[in-house]
């Protein structure tokens, strides 16, 4: 099935310095990818959508200065936090939705802490 | 944002046993999905029930959806300690398509 692979699964960075997440669709072309956040116990939270070819649309409350989204291809959206905080530590996810199917397929996240 | 809630928000059963989580949401909806999450890992999609259906089953999975009352329920028959997961219901309705999570399901198998 289709497949949309994360990296990097974990990261421990300082404060102050940027993380670079990256998202690849492997055997689809994805041209709108979703990232979301997830805080322990808790659900997920859309952050933003990423569109190919154009800028992504944040979710109210995300600044777009802190997460920046790039969709340069249609298999890859990276998500960079930067300036990260111990505040941003948290689980970040991407999904993308397979041409033509109605269900969606996740990264396999990425643990971030910011120390 | 998170479209409604889950209930119960845990759950604790022995393997054998049923175990039904409940979901409720806010707006109109083209479909509702389940997922399902693995501690710390991504979603897998477990089944999906358009708006137009009440009920449908894959393996030991039974969804059911009232649109009247804006809910939804998962059955996992005869479980076991390998069902251990968090259970997420999620919207998907206009706009964007994008999916809007339930608050989960956490639950336990005990073998």
């Known amino acids: 099935g289709a497949v949309v692979s994360q990296h990097p699964s974990r990261v421990i960075c300082k404060s102050g310095t940027s993380v670079k997440i990256e998202c690849r669709s492997l055997d689809f072309q994805a041209t709108t990818m979703f990232w979301y956040r997830q805080f322990p116990k808790q659900s997920l939270m859309l952050m933003a959508t990423s569109n190919e070819g154009s800028k992504a649309t944040y979710e109210q409350g995300v600044e777009k200065d802190k997460f920046l989204i790039n969709h340069a291809s249609l298999t890859l959206s990276t998500l960079t936090v930067t300036s990260a905080h111990p505040e941003d530590s948290s689980f970040y996810i991407c999904s993308a939705r397979p041409y033509l199917t109605v269900y969606y397929t996740f990264g396999s996240g990425t643990r971030l802490t910011v120390v | 944002s998170q479209q409604g809630e889950e209930d119960p928000q845990a759950l604790s059963i022995q393997e054998g046993e049923n175990a039904t989580m409940n979901c409720s949401y806010k707006?109109?909806?083209?479909?509702l999905q389940w997922y399902r999450q693995n501690s710390g890992r991504g979603l897998v999609h477990l089944i999906l029930?358009?708006?137009?259906?009440r009920e449908k089953h894959s393996g030991r999975l039974r969804v059911t959806l009232d649109t009247s009352k804006k809910s939804s329920s998962l059955l996992i028959t005869a479980s076991r300690a390998a069902d251990t997961a968090s259970y997420f219901c999620a919207t998907d309705g206009d706009p964007g398509n994008m999916l809007t999570f339930g608050g989960g399901t956490r639950l336990m198998v005990k073998p």
């Open positions: 029930i358009r708006s137009n259906e």
């Open positions: 707006t109109s909806i083209n479909n």
